[in-house]
């Protein structure tokens, strides 16, 4: 009865193919890793620039109320499951703007 028992079991996968395959997802792992490191810096160096753009503006009350007028252009792109963070994100960059509207002496 043993016999049968392991004569019909399928065959455990071989060390080397298990190894094989643990290295392809560690590299994987490295490749993605280091991707979200150089986005992560991209995105960084960009929200610099987009802050610098914004405290130099000579009009920031123009550019929060063209901000506002183009959000919507740019969020018929986004995808419905991203649809939530966009929001979160606009709201962030909308807020620092009006920030630098009211330090601002009007004009």
Not at 6 to 16: E, H, L, Q, V
Request: charged share 25%; glycine share 0%; hydrophobic share 45%.
């Amino acid at each position: 009865m043993e016999n049968c028992a392991i004569k019909d079991s399928p065959a455990p996968a071989s060390i080397a193919r298990l190894e094989e395959a643990l290295l392809r997802q560690s590299r994987l792992l490295a490749a993605l890793s280091d991707d979200a490191r150089k986005n992560h810096s991209a995105i960084t160096a960009l929200i610099a620039l987009a802050q610098a753009l914004v405290e130099s503006h000579p009009y920031p009350a123009a550019l929060a109320k063209n901000f506002l007028d183009q959000i919507d252009k740019v969020g018929s792109a986004v995808s419905s499951e991203h649809a939530e963070r966009y929001r979160a994100d606009l709201q962030q960059i909308n807020s620092y703007i009006l920030d630098v509207v009211n330090r601002r002496p009007s004009q």
